[in-house]
């Protein structure tokens, strides 16, 4: 038992010295973005995703499809297709819309906090109220995967038809899985019909959503980004996604410089107060970090409105491309 306690403190250390340098070099070379040593400091790359991301790759082909389409072959209509108002920069945090940063601690529970996220901030947009709804029954009841992360489609499929999910003071969070409370889960606060996927690798797509609302993402975490303080990140990486943040917005630098506005779930002291600025408009279809690739946002159906403008949802519950 000793040896192995002894081993984990040699691991942390080698790590801790390791990202120290990544923080030393990447500050001194005056980059659009500085890092910082944080509670992650001691951790590898590996060990970081599996305890603090947890987003699962969801099913690319829908009943009926026999192969992955392209954008010109969208089994439906994208809801903000014919959107072209789009401003050159929106927060939607500055409308009152966004829920508080909260910290998921040490569970792979990124995609219950994105699907509660959009889905309050849906809801506050509709209502003028706003209500921190319950990740903790999303990872409890939606058998998703739990703290071993899950996927963005069961998550949003799981609140539609549950018929919505309840409040977080009703089902606190807690970083860990466990049995559903089922008296809790249908004490429902907030409902939604459905979810639409933004089609893939269309920045302009994700902007026209981003514009009327909230949308989840999935992007790829390497050294860098768990080290993040401030600054529009644009360290190099890839685009095996594998956790769930939320774009509540996206603006320009003064130098010309595009980001989109992320809401983590790793606390709020991380990065800017809990939320990263991620480079846009880069030549690469995927995006930054692979953010266009897998973008979704909740929707819900409202008396007596169409699907041609802002705040009219259109369901699409089970396409998931």
């Not at 099913?59 to 969208?74: C, D």
Request: contains cysteine.
């Amino acid at each position: 038992m000793q040896a192995m306690r002894d081993k984990d403190k040699k691991k942390q250390y080698e790590a801790f010295k390791a990202n120290l340098e990544i923080v030393h070099s990447t500050n001194k070379a005056k980059k659009r973005y500085k890092l910082q040593m944080n509670k992650f400091a001691g951790m590898g790359k590996a060990e970081f995703q599996i305890k603090y991301t947890g987003l699962k790759a969801s099913p690319k082909i829908w009943p009926g499809m026999k192969s992955i389409v392209s954008e010109a072959e969208w089994p439906h209509p994208f809801k903000y297709c014919n959107f072209t108002d789009v401003p050159p920069a929106i927060d939607w945090r500055a409308q009152g819309v966004v829920t508080p940063v909260v910290n998921q601690g040490r569970c792979g529970s990124c995609y219950a906090f994105a699907a509660a996220d959009t889905i309050a901030s849906l809801h506050a947009i509709r209502t003028k109220q706003l209500i921190e709804l319950s990740p903790k029954e999303i990872l409890d009841c939606c058998n998703c995967g739990g703290c071993n992360g899950g996927k963005m489609h069961d998550a949003f499929l799981y609140v539609a038809n549950n018929k919505g999910v309840t409040t977080a003071k009703n089902y606190p969070y807690k970083p860990v899985a466990e049995t559903c409370n089922v008296k809790k889960e249908h004490d429902v606060a907030v409902e939604i019909h459905g979810y639409e996927r933004v089609p893939f690798n269309s920045e302009p797509a994700l902007m026209a959503s981003v514009a009327n609302q909230p949308v989840q993402a999935s992007i790829e975490c390497e050294e860098p980004f768990m080290l993040y303080k401030e600054g529009v990140m644009t360290a190099p990486t890839g685009t095996n996604t594998g956790h769930a943040v939320v774009i509540v917005g996206y603006d320009t630098d003064p130098d010309g410089t595009k980001y989109w506005i992320a809401k983590n779930s790793w606390g709020t002291d991380w990065g800017e107060e809990g939320y990263v600025r991620l480079l846009r408009g880069v030549p690469e279809k995927e995006g930054y970090s692979g953010v266009n690739t897998k973008p979704r946002f909740p929707t819900r159906e409202e008396v007596g409105q169409d699907d041609t403008g802002r705040g009219d949802p259109v369901v699409h519950m089970s396409r998931d491309l």
